[in-house]
Nanobody, 115 residues
Framework: VQLVESGGGLVQAGRSLRLSCAAS????????MGWHRQAPGKQREAVAT????????SYADSVKGRFTISRDNAKNTIDLQMNSLKPEDTAVYYC?????????WGQGTQVTVSS
């Protein structure tokens, strides 16, 4: 399985961004998927997770009510809609997929929120 993220960039505080992650390869082996982020000097943290069927999702407390994760299994993609962005959301965002074999990570996309 390979994952490719897109949609990062520079945005002002209060605005929105939408990240996308496209999976390819043995996508039949993918279970849950999600997004993590890592800010400079900090550990990588989970942001949002969505189950294989897309029926259930979970969020970090810091993004609840502002971020929404969605999944389209027909297209093998997940998205992260990020609203009301804050400077503390600045980080590299990584897509991940839990497969039958291991967890796969994308290369990451930079999100920078200016105040």
């Amino acid at each position: 399985v390979q994952l490719v993220e897109s949609g990062g960039g520079l945005v002002q505080a209060g605005r929105s961004l939408r990240l996308s992650c496209a999976a390819s390869g043995s996508t039949f082996s993918i279970n849950a998927m999600g997004w993590h982020r890592q800010a400079p000097g900090k550990q990588r943290e989970a942001v949002a997770t969505i189950t294989s069927g897309g029926g259930s999702s979970s969020y970090a407390d810091s993004v609840k009510g502002r971020f929404t994760i969605s999944r389209d299994n027909a297209k093998n993609t997940i998205d992260l809609q990020m609203n009301s962005l804050k400077p503390e959301d600045t980080a590299v965002y990584y897509c991940n997929a839990d497969t039958w074999y291991k967890t796969i990570w994308g290369q990451g996309t930079q999100v920078t929120v200016s105040s």
